[in-house]
């Protein structure tokens, strides 16, 4: 299963298509289950520049059954992206270590 995402800390706000295995805690049972107003953590390889690699903050804005399908739902209608409502969040429920989203 593929995910449509929005990088959050990302300039040029493009969605990108990347398979559910790259977001961390996320295992979806169908393409309906997920929230997107809650912010994920995704694994990013860059093509370009290794030392951009790593885990960072998405959006999930829909889910299909194949990358192929994805892509085509992308352009088969206009994403909403929905904002997430700021507040402080845990990571891996350490209370020392906040995250804003």
Same mark, same amino acid.
């Given at each position: 299963? !593929?995910? +449509?995402v929005?990088?959050? &800390?990302?300039?040029?706000?493009r %969605?990108?298509?990347?398979?559910?295995? &790259?977001?961390?805690?996320?295992?979806?049972?169908?393409?309906?289950?997920?929230d997107?107003?809650?912010?994920y953590?995704? !694994?990013?390889?860059?093509?370009? &520049?290794?030392?951009?690699t790593?885990?960072?903050?998405?959006? +999930? %804005?829909? %889910?299909?059954?194949?990358?192929?399908?994805?892509?085509?739902?992308?352009?088969?209608?206009? %994403?909403?992206?929905?904002?997430?409502?700021?507040?402080?969040?845990?990571?891996?429920? &350490?209370?020392?270590?906040?995250?804003?989203?």
């Amino acid at each position: 299963m !593929y995910a +449509v995402v929005r990088f959050l &800390d990302d300039h040029d706000k493009r %969605l990108h298509v990347i398979h559910v295995h &790259d977001i961390e805690k996320f295992d979806p049972k169908d393409t309906s289950d997920y929230d997107n107003r809650f912010v994920y953590s995704a !694994y990013w390889r860059d093509p370009v &520049d290794d030392t951009n690699t790593g885990l960072y903050n998405t959006q +999930v %804005l829909m %889910l299909a059954e194949s990358e192929d399908d994805a892509r085509a739902k992308m352009r088969a209608k206009r %994403l909403v992206i929905p904002k997430i409502p700021m507040q402080e969040t845990t990571s891996d429920d &350490d209370p020392d270590e906040l995250v804003e989203s």
